[in-house]
């Protein structure tokens, strides 16, 4: 009975100490002054690691999510005669919820998982020990390009995103089912405001590619070292990464809505 | 390890793909054109009710488009709402004469204003009113007219026939 109570308890103060060594991390990578000459080399490596090597499976997805949009919208609004009405839905459903989300939970599954290994391996392998002890600091060189290549990675996939799942739309939506191109983009245009569209659908991708890149990083950084806790550490990132991409696109999308 | 240049030069590439989907957003999608100014002429006209009618509304001739509405205001003497729209510079020969009026595009589009030109062989020009306006048509208040009209049109035979 006591044991009991007395794991409940463990496992409560565990999991507050685990966002406590999670927000000391940040603030260890945030709070070092960086030194662009030596640290923009160290970022432009992360953002190809991070942005450059996920546009293959970014493209290839929204293709397809812009294509199956576009058919699945087009068959229910031709049942009420209002075919026209396809640019419009697949561009506000793909800039507003889809491109940020989906790109996201990609990336965690791409980059985040990746990160994690990595970071974890070296921990392991006591390759952040051994910088220690040279007296470079793991956070700065290893940690800190990494956020930032995952947060400037991020909003750039998403414009990606976007802009290939609205032309996957028009392939079908025109070319295929012989909407009227005309049509198609000028009810979109007409529909589709920049700032309060697109550009929230780009401040959620900002949050979402801090908050996976973030939550990567330390699961990596606290992971046990061991092969089956590298394993777990990285499972752990996409699972957690997924859950806040999802909850977080509600919290800022009732703000946007809510008029914040 | 791929050398610094190679990343250098992929990522750059990264980078303006992502600036070009930027632009494609903004321009072809979101239709952002306020960056440049539409070149024209700004004209008024007041109408008793504007409907659905929001700025950025194409204004057309023959169902071309040759502006847009920038300003919506309520006037406070008339209460009436002043609808300010700006014209293409090339088109510059409407009359003064002609008279403006709000339509729906389809039965469930956006608004639109029309103007059919008259005869006058003077024209508007900047800051001028357009004098003859008709109103939106406000669906409920069509649907209100014809339930009042088919339930006197009921009335009347019944009533002949009690007589």
Known sequence: MIESISALGRSGTDAVRQY????????????????????????LQQIYAEGVLSLLIIVVSSLFIGMVVALQ??????????????????????????????????????????????????????????????????????????????????????????AVAIY??????????????????????SSVDFHSDVLNGIY???VFGFVVTWIALHQGYDVNPTSAGIANATTRTVVYSSLAVLGLDFVLTAMMIGGW | MLSQRTIETSVGFFLLAAILALIILAFKVSGMTSFFKREGYDVTAQF?????????????????????????????KSYRATVTMRIDSHVNDIPVDSSASILTAGLLGDNY???????????????????????????????????????NDNKQPVNGASK
Not at chain 1, 116 to 139: C, N, R, V, W
Not at chain 2, 53 to 71: F, S
Not at chain 2, 117 to 132: A, F, V
Request: proline share 5%; with cysteine; glycine share 12%.
């Open chain 1, 204 to 206: 959620k991708s900002i």
């Open chain 2, 113 to 151: 204003i029309a103007i059919t030109p008259m005869y006058s062989q003077r024209y508007l020009m900047n800051g001028s009113e357009i004098e003859e306006t008709h109103s939106a048509m406000i669906l409920e208040k069509l649907i209100g007219q014809f339930l009042f009209k088919v339930g």
């Open chain 2, 48 to 76: 008793d009710d504007i409907g659905q009618l929001k700025i950025r509304g194409p204004v057309k001739i023959g169902g071309v488009t040759i502006g847009e509405v920038t300003n919506i205001m309520l006037d406070p």
């Open chain 1, 20 to 43: 406590g060594k999670a927000g000391l991390l940040l603030l260890g990578v945030l709070c070092h002054v960086p030194n662009l000459r030596k640290g923009f080399p160290l970022v």
């Open chain 1, 168 to 189: 996957g739309a028009y392939l079908v939506g025109v070319k295929w089912l012989g909407l009227d191109a005309g049509a198609f983009w000028s009810n979109m245009q």
């Open chain 1, 73 to 162: 919208g087009y068959h229910t609004l031709v049942k009420f005669g209002a075919s026209a009405q396809l640019g419009p839905l697949v561009a506000l459903s793909v800039a507003r919820e889809l491109g940020p989300v989906v790109t996201a939970l990609l990336f965690a599954g791409r980059a985040g998982s990746a990160l994690t290994a990595e970071i974890g391996l070296m921990k392991a392998t006591d390759q952040l020990s051994s910088m220690e002890m040279m007296a470079i600091d793991p956070l700065r060189r290893v940690l800190a390009p990494r956020l930032w290549g995952g947060f400037i990675s991020m909003p750039l996939l998403t414009l990606i995103f976007n």
